[in-house]
Structure formats: C-alpha cells, structure tokens
C-alpha cells in the first residue's frame, strides 16, 4: 500500500516569505512517480512538478523549488518570495509504475497575506 | 485544446435519492479516472478506465456506485441509492496515456459538488 503525508495541515505567511511545504512518502515499489497539484479556490486540481523514482536532481522553476531525497523517503516544495496568489491547497501526490490512480496526501493550505 | 468537462457544476440531494455526474475527457486521452475529494481532504481515486475497459475499480463501493465509459470517450458515474457520507467533490481525471502511463500528467475536471440532506 502507499502512503503520502503532509503534515502540515495550514501555513499563513506573510507576501514575500518564503516557505516549505512538506510531503513524505511510502511505497514498496522501486519505480514510482511523485506529483504536486495546486487547488486554488475554484477547486480545479493544477499540475505543478513531477518527478521519476530515479532522478532526484533538484528542480527550479521561478520561484517554485523541488527538493526530493530517497533516503528520507521525501519530496519538500518551497515558494520563494511568496505571493497572494500562491494562496491554495496544494497536494502531494505518488503513482506507482503500475499506472493506477494517484494517492494524494490530505493537503497544506497555503494562507498568503499581503 | 479544451480541458476535462464535468457537469453539473453542482447537486443536491436527499439521502436515499439517486444522481449521476458526467466527464468528457480531453479528447485523445484514453485514460480516465474518477476520483472523490471529501472536504478537507484529498482525492481518493474511485475508478480507473482505460479506453472503456476498467483498469482498477477496488476503491468504488459497488453496493451504491458505478459507472461506465461506454465508446471509450464520455464516462457517467452514478451514486443509487445516496447517503449522507457521500457528500463530496467529484473529480473527473484523464491523461493520454494507455499501458504503462503513470508518469503522464492527469488533467482535472472542475469537479462535480454533491451535498447529501
């Protein structure tokens, strides 16, 4: 079975902030995919990042940063200089290489203030 | 290129009563998936289809659910009879992938809101 967790329920933070949102994972599969989606207000799931159980180079897009280490079976976000519009739900999601449905943590709602 | 397209937007019911949600997935995408988000959480997925053939339907309680994917393009879910802890989100999810497409991004629908009285 798999198991994502966020841990952190709600984050509010002050515009321009930065902030880490936490995300751990379980599987006993080798290949698996880890996914963040974005759940702005209207409710519709935004695809952000994706990443292969193999490759765990860092990514940077702008102000949105990946951090996912194997040994401690995690997958951080970070937003750099937040803004309000990065107020949502955002959710960290695994798929094992089987090709079954997304399991999607319990989500962090990100509070930016201005 | 037009998204996933769910409707209705919005539903209420009484418990007992029965309802049914449509997707049209993006076209060309042969996967679909139907998932529910109670609030306060995040989506569980219900079913799996892959063209109109069901992949994995282990997490949809048979008892009141089903749904189908008939020509492998629309998919209808539908809830007989409804109770209270069905009130949830209903997502409509697809990607283009068919056989070993995990790491295809699933495109989501704006969902379906059921409020169960």
């Known amino acids: 079975a798999q198991k994502v967790t966020q841990a952190q329920t709600e984050i509010s933070v002050v515009e321009k902030e930065d902030v880490t949102l936490d995300c751990v994972y379980e599987t006993r599969d080798t290949t698996y995919y880890l996914f963040w989606y974005k759940q702005p207000p209207s409710g519709e799931l935004v695809f952000l990042i994706r990443?292969?159980?193999?490759?765990?180079q860092n990514e940077i897009s702008g102000r949105y940063s990946w951090n996912f280490q194997k040994s401690t079976s995690s997958f951080n976000f970070t937003i750099t200089a937040s803004q309000v519009v990065d107020s949502a739900v955002y959710f960290c999601?695994?798929?094992?290489?089987?090709?079954?449905?997304?399991?999607f943590g319990k989500g962090t709602h990100l509070i930016i203030q201005p | 290129e037009a998204g996933v397209a769910q409707s209705p937007r919005y539903k209420i019911i009484e418990k007992r009563q029965s309802v049914a949600f449509w997707c049209n997935p993006i076209s060309g995408h042969a996967t679909l998936y139907w998932y529910q988000q109670i609030l306060g959480q995040g989506p569980k997925l219900l079913i799996q289809f892959q063209n109109n053939g069901v992949v994995d339907d282990s997490q949809l309680p048979k008892d009141r659910f089903s749904a189908e994917r008939l020509k492998g393009v629309d998919s209808t879910l539908k809830i007989q009879p409804a109770k209270l802890e069905d009130s949830a989100v209903y997502l409509c999810?697809?990607?283009?992938?068919?056989?070993?497409?995990?790491?295809?991004?699933?495109?989501f629908g704006p969902g379906t809101r059921l409020t169960v009285l």
């Open positions: 990443r292969n159980s193999f490759d765990e």
């Open positions: 999810a697809s990607h283009r992938g068919s056989g070993g497409g995990a790491w295809n991004e699933q495109f």
């Open positions: 999601a695994l798929i094992r290489g089987g090709a079954d449905g997304l399991t």
